[in-house]
């Protein structure tokens, strides 16, 4: 399924917005990457 | 400021809906360092000459000011949408953050309650729900992977800060290479600055790169009639007014409740709990303390983990189908671990992870039952009034089972057995919450908005 805008009665050509599309998942989820690694680290523990 | 409002944020056409879960991460990461405070409390208790308790209370206004902004500001989210709602957040939560750095500086405790606790609280409850209701617009077509993305953050948001608030607590004391050291006041006060800024520049990002979708807008192929075979999902209207006066609102907030009552219950005794359970005859656990600081953080990931994963499913099963897997098999689970969770330590964790990833997974999904069951006219406000299910367990969980442990013996000797009336206490309620749920019908006609083209029609007849 496309994942872009669609008015019923105006179909637009899509945007191309793939850099601010990166951009935005790039700055949420280093952060979040880094946490969970962060984290499964002393989960080791558990395991160790 | 009308650069906020509603009518400046309504995306343009060949949008990309995407784009909408890392604004709404974005808040919610930032938010969900509600929960990595244990981080500092040790050496705001130092900083203070406080007690544990007195510190604690920090937190806990914190939650109740989520529940109450949540649910009276619901209404004003959904008027004035997300971009709005999340600057708002933003000046609160940062506020919050840098009225409590002046407490700390300033040894003023009660400023770091009226900081951190009620403001900072505020920005906590409007920005939990500011991306809700929009999510589910953009998709109506997945609406449980939508916020499941979004409330995972609010799990992953403790998860990034509580290393980086350790690094920055390190970085900020020149005696951090001291035996037994505990962070001073002046580093707690930096660091609460620094994540100011931070949190400031991450929900901003979140602010303007949000976008409400234009009337009439839906996904290209999503077909609405689809939707509306499930029995349970609507494509009619109930206004937040009306959505606390019909039964199923509070069979929800009851099941919501019960849920969260238990996973609490559990989280908030998660590292002596283990220790307990594997006990020795001498008093000594076969567990040590970093092993069991390595299970909180298992049940962290399985904490964001559910939110995520069992959302996304549910927009597969439907949502009363999840629940009743989260309260059903719940109980089983929870009755398991009484009775035969100190046999095995595998059992044990595999028992616990799954547990709290249904914890997780009730308030992920919650968001677009309220959707199927009240439409999405007002759905963000209706999910406001829900969380006051969150502060009310957020009180009877922990009171439960502290009070429970408390009259089974002291910390440090107790036993898996010690945890069996506080675990089948869960499994009780549970089962309360898993009725509740079964009882959920379709909201009745008479509390449905009327149609445009109803009134249209009774006006020309």
């Known amino acids: 399924m496309s994942s872009t805008a669609h008015t019923p009665d105006a179909h637009q050509p899509v945007k191309r917005s793939t850099g601010r599309l990166v951009l935005g998942w790039v700055l ?8 969970v690694f962060q984290t499964l680290t002393q989960v080791a523990a558990l395991f160790g | 400021m009308g650069f906020l409002d509603r009518d400046h944020s309504i995306a343009p056409p060949g949008f990309n ?6 604004a709404a991460l974005a808040v919610h990461l930032c938010i969900g360092q509600a929960y990595a405070t244990s981080v500092y409390k040790t050496a705001l208790v130092k900083h203070f000459g406080a007690s544990l308790t007195e510190i604690g209370v920090i937190f806990s206004i914190a939650i109740v000011m989520l529940g109450l902004s949540a649910a009276i500001m619901g209404t004003w989210v959904d008027t004035n949408g997300p971009r709005k709602a ?10 919050g953050f840098l009225i409590g750095s002046l407490g700390i500086f300033t040894h003023q405790l009660w400023l770091v309650y009226l900081g951190y606790g009620f403001v900072g609280g505020i920005g906590l409850g409007i920005g939990y729900i500011s991306p809700v209701s929009t999510l589910i617009k953009w998709f109506p077509d997945r609406p449980g992977l939508a916020t499941g993305m979004a409330i995972m953050g609010f799990g992953g948001g403790a998860l990034i800060a509580s290393p980086v608030s350790q690094a920055l607590l390190k970085a900020y004391d020149p005696n951090s290479g001291a035996q037994g050291w505990v962070a001073s006041g002046d580093a707690v006060g930096k660091l609460f600055l620094t994540l100011a800024v931070v949190y400031l520049a991450y929900m901003l990002f979140g602010a303007f790169t949000v976008r409400v979708p234009a009337d009439g807008w839906r996904p290209a192929g999503f077909d609405p009639s689809k939707v509306k075979a499930a029995k349970l999902v609507t494509t009619e209207n109930v206004s937040a007014r009306n959505a606390i006066k019909t039964r199923q609102f509070w069979l929800v907030w009851v099941a919501l409740f019960c849920n969260v009552t238990a996973g609490i219950g559990i989280l908030e005794q998660a590292a002596p709990m283990i220790q307990d359970f594997f006990r020795q005859s001498d008093g000594k656990s076969l567990v040590s303390a ?4 390595g299970f909180v953080g298992l049940l ?4 964001m983990a559910g939110r995520f994963a069992w959302s996304a499913t549910s927009d597969v099963t439907g949502r ?3 629940y009743m897997m989260y309260l059903g098999v719940g109980t089983v689970l929870y009755t398991v671990l009484a009775f035969a969770g100190s046999t095995a330590t595998a059992l044990y964790v595999v028992l616990a992870f799954v547990i709290i990833s249904f914890y997780g ?3 992920a999904t919650v968001p677009a039952y309220l959707r199927d069951l009240f439409g999405t006219y007002q759905v963000g406000a209706i999910h406001g009034r829900l969380l006051t299910a969150w502060s009310a367990a957020g009180v009877a969980g922990p009171l439960i089972v502290n009070s429970i442990l408390d009259a089974q013996g002291k910390p440090g000797q107790l036993t898996g057995a010690s945890y069996q009336p506080a675990l089948l206490t869960m499994v009780a309620l549970l089962i309360i919450g898993f009725v509740a749920n079964l009882l959920v019908k379709p909201v009745d006609d008479r509390f449905h908005e009327p ?8 006006m020309e007849a």
């Open chain 1, 28 to 35: 949420v989820g280093i952060p979040l990457a880094y946490g």
């Open chain 2, 17 to 22: 809906r995407w784009l909408v879960p890392p």
């Open chain 2, 86 to 95: 999340m600057f708002t957040s933003a000046m609160f939560w940062v506020g």
């Open chain 2, 290 to 293: 970093g092993v069991a600081a």
């Open chain 2, 300 to 303: 962290s990931i399985g904490n």
């Open chain 2, 320 to 322: 009363k189908r999840i």
């Open chain 2, 361 to 363: 997974g009730g308030f």
């Open chain 2, 451 to 458: 149609r445009p083209e109803r009134r249209t029609s009774s």
